[in-house]
């Protein structure tokens, strides 16, 4: 490779380092990511938006010989990662940090070979759709890959409102329910806030420009690794998150999506399927049955992106997607669905049956807690709030 590239690479580094040292909030991944022994690769994936990018520079920040670059730089379109990676470690950097690592051709088998010649570590981020193990099962034996959710409600406040809130496990809430909303009893009403802005970093101005030219990168760019993307499928792709924004609880079902797309129910089942490994939608599986339908959300903030379109939200689907974008990340969920006509509590989380509802929520379910909007406690009520603090 020529000098000129490498110095422009190196500065380029630098330059984003520096940049990376404004912030001084970190998410809860950094800390996991430095226990990992040295002798594993490291890989972050995650929708676009999260933070991965400034993740990976506050790590190269506070790592010796360190660079960074992205994968789809310009400079090195006509070198392989390979070429680029062994130029630099010529220079004697020993830690590698690649972004978008998806975007370079054959990357999984350019990181088997840097591995096996233990000249560098190699810390990458990537799609939500990267999957080591199906790309290469020899690359996963070396690599430790981690996924960076959405920003939770904690997070989202510590880092937009300059807050210090600590996590707080799913037991103590579960438990201290009542201490706990005393104690943060003015983020109560910004739960909503939250679930307009919230999950994805992007700055105050222009969030929803960069979030609709988030959305538009995922369909045309990641999922081109699942397969090949044609206008009808981007098409396709777009109604069907629009669908599920739109639609209550349990409505948006394989058979009304094919309807309301007008295609296969297997298509369907296929969109959905690209659309869960692309991160934008999460499939909560029913409890004790793979033949019954998973209830559809979308992750945060995209049921509120798509209701600037001109629809009212169904609260109880947002409420729901709240509850579900937090759970998901700290126990295993699923839904609770009962013989024709039989009322259930909405899920189950670990061991606990919670139904999720108003304030006024009843009891007839018999859940073990009922998170409910509002401050509301005694009787198995949880503030529905309270769940995003649990990441």
Same mark, same amino acid.
């Given at each position: 490779?020529?000098?000129?590239?490498?110095?422009?690479?190196?500065?380029?580094?630098?330059?984003?380092?520096?940049?990376?040292?404004?912030?001084?909030?970190?998410?809860?991944?950094?800390?996991?990511?430095?226990?990992?022994?040295?002798?594993?690769?490291?890989?972050?994936?995650?929708?676009?938006?999260?933070?991965?990018?400034?993740?990976?520079?506050?790590?190269?920040?506070?790592?010796?010989?360190?660079?960074?670059?992205?994968?789809?730089?310009?400079?090195?379109?006509?070198?392989?990662?390979?070429?680029?990676?062994?130029?630099?470690?010529?220079?004697?950097?020993?830690?590698?940090?690649?972004?978008?690592?998806?975007?370079?051709?054959?990357?999984?088998?350019?990181?088997?070979?840097?591995?096996?010649?233990?000249?560098?570590?190699?810390?990458?981020?990537?799609?939500?759709?990267?999957?080591?193990?199906?790309?290469?099962?020899?690359?996963?034996?070396?690599?430790?890959?981690?996924?960076?959710?959405?920003?939770?409600?904690?997070?989202?406040?510590?880092?937009?409102?300059?807050?210090?809130?600590?996590?707080?496990?799913?037991?103590?809430?579960?438990?201290?329910?009542? #201490? +706990? &909303?005393?104690?943060?009893?003015?983020? @109560?009403?910004?739960?909503?806030?939250?679930?307009? *802005?919230?999950?994805? =970093? %992007?700055?105050?101005?222009?969030?929803?420009?960069?979030?609709?030219?988030?959305?538009?990168?995922?369909?045309?760019?990641?999922?081109?690794?699942?397969?090949?993307?044609?206008?009808?499928?981007?098409?396709?792709?777009?109604?069907?998150?629009?669908?599920?924004?739109?639609?209550?609880?349990?409505?948006?079902?394989?058979?009304?999506?094919?309807?309301?797309?007008?295609?296969?129910?297997?298509?369907?089942?296929?969109?959905?399927? #690209? +659309? &869960?490994?692309?991160?934008?939608?999460? @499939?909560?599986?029913?409890?004790?049955?793979?033949? *019954?339908?998973?209830? =559809? %959300?979308?992750?945060?903030?995209?049921?509120?992106?798509?209701?600037?379109?001109?629809?009212?939200?169904?609260?109880?689907?947002?409420?729901?997607?709240?509850?579900?974008?937090?759970?998901?990340?700290?126990?295993?969920?699923?839904?609770?669905?009962?013989?024709?006509?039989?009322?259930?509590?909405?899920?189950?989380?670990?061991?606990?049956?919670?139904?999720?509802?108003?304030?006024?929520?009843?009891?007839?379910?018999?859940?073990?807690?009922?998170?409910?909007?509002?401050?509301?406690?005694?009787?198995?009520?949880?503030?529905?709030?309270?769940?995003?603090?649990?990441?």
């Amino acid at each position: 490779m020529e000098g000129r590239i490498l110095s422009s690479l190196i500065a380029t580094s630098r330059r984003l380092m520096a940049w990376a040292g404004k912030f001084g909030e970190r998410r809860f991944l950094y800390d996991e990511l430095g226990l990992i022994d040295e002798e594993y690769y490291v890989g972050i994936k995650g929708v676009r938006g999260v933070g991965k990018t400034v993740l990976l520079l506050q790590l190269a920040r506070n790592t010796e010989k360190s660079v960074y670059f992205s994968a789809d730089s310009v400079l090195i379109k006509p070198f392989t990662l390979y070429d680029v990676v062994k130029a630099l470690a010529e220079m004697g950097y020993r830690n590698i940090f690649i972004d978008e690592i998806h975007r370079k051709p054959d990357w999984s088998e350019d990181l088997k070979s840097l591995y096996d010649e233990h000249e560098v570590r190699v810390f990458f981020s990537g799609s939500s759709s990267i999957d080591i193990v199906t790309l290469s099962a020899d690359l996963s034996r070396r690599v430790v890959l981690k996924e960076l959710p959405p920003a939770s409600f904690r997070e989202w406040l510590n880092i937009k409102r300059g807050l210090s809130i600590p996590k707080h496990p799913l037991e103590e809430i579960l438990s201290r329910a009542f #201490d +706990l &909303s005393n104690m943060y009893i003015e983020l @109560a009403g910004l739960w909503r806030e939250y679930m307009e *802005k919230g999950g994805v =970093l %992007y700055p105050e101005s222009g969030f929803y420009d960069a979030l609709e030219n988030s959305i538009r990168k995922v369909i045309l760019e990641d999922l081109s690794a699942l397969r090949e993307i044609s206008v009808k499928y981007e098409t396709d792709a777009y109604r069907l998150l629009y669908y599920i924004a739109k639609s209550a609880p349990f409505e948006a079902k394989y058979s009304s999506i094919a309807k309301e797309l007008g295609v296969s129910k297997n298509m369907a089942i296929r969109l959905v399927d #690209d +659309l &869960s490994k692309a991160g934008l939608i999460y @499939a909560v599986q029913p409890c004790g049955s793979s033949r *019954k339908e998973p209830k =559809l %959300y979308l992750t945060v903030p995209l049921r509120m992106f798509f209701a600037r379109k001109g629809f009212n939200v169904n609260i109880g689907a947002l409420r729901e997607e709240f509850f579900v974008n937090h759970m998901r990340w700290v126990s295993p969920i699923c839904y609770l669905k009962g013989a024709r006509g039989e009322k259930t509590a909405d899920f189950k989380v670990g061991n606990a049956i919670i139904e999720v509802g108003e304030k006024s929520k009843s009891r007839y379910q018999r859940p073990d807690y009922i998170a409910v909007d509002g401050l509301v406690t005694g009787r198995g009520r949880v503030p529905l709030f309270l769940f995003g603090l649990v990441y």
